[in-house]
Each structure stands twice: as C-alpha cells, then as structure tokens.
C-alpha cells in the first residue's frame, strides 16, 4: 500500500509562488502526477513526472510557470508554482501510478493524497 501526503499549501498574492511537497511511504513509486479541483469543478490535470524523472507533462494553463519535479531518494515529489494567479486556486492532490510512464487523467493513477488548499489572492 502506498501513503501520499501532501504540503506546502496556503494563501499567497497574485504573482506570488508556493511550493507542494508530496511525501510518499509504502511501495517504491513509478509515474506521480499532480492534480487540482476548485469548488464546483471536475478535477483536472496539472503535471506529471515520469519515474526516473527524465519525461515532464503539463497542462496549457500552468506551462511555463510550474515546474514538477521528484527526489527518489527521499521518496517525495515536488511542485514548484510561480506567478500564481487567482484562477489557480484549489485543493491540490498528489497521485501515483503503479507504472512508469506518467498519466493524464485520474483514471491513470492508483494512489492519491488527501490534498493541500491553494488559495491565490488578487
């Protein structure tokens, strides 16, 4: 079984930055990948990371200004969000997939976080 915990939420300024930290026991993990949901939204894709961390993904909304990145010695998975914007506010979760080639939609993951809220102020 595999834990994913999330951190690093909080309210920040319009053009601030933020960085989520996911922080994962159990299994050796493969694929991780971000995802986030505001109130009365579907939850969408935000990034990806493949295991070895080579492969990066992200959806059009956050490129350029996010960055996804994981530290498998530590067994933790990064998201760095820059020049936040309001629209980028919702509760952010971690997720992992058994395989190594990363996913995009959350049917492609096996574990997930309990979240961390992103609050971004204009």
């Known amino acids: 079984q595999v834990q994913l915990v999330e951190s690093g939420g909080g309210v920040v300024q319009a053009r601030g930055s933020l960085r989520l930290s996911c922080a994962a026991s159990g299994r050796p993990l493969s694929a991780m990948g971000w995802f986030r949901q505001a109130p009365g939204k579907e939850r969408e894709f935000v990034a990806s990371i493949s295991e070895s961390g080579s492969n990066t993904y992200y959806a059009d909304s956050v490129k350029g200004r996010f960055t996804i990145a994981r530290d498998n010695a530590k067994n933790t998975v990064y998201l760095q969000m820059n020049n936040l914007r309001p629209e980028d506010t919702a509760l952010y979760y971690c997720?992992?997939?058994?395989?190594?080639?990363?996913?995009?939609?959350?049917?492609?993951?096996?574990?997930w976080g309990q979240g961390t809220q992103v609050t971004v102020s204009s």
């Open positions: 997720a992992a997939r058994r395989t190594s080639v990363p996913g995009f939609s959350s049917y492609d993951y096996d574990y």
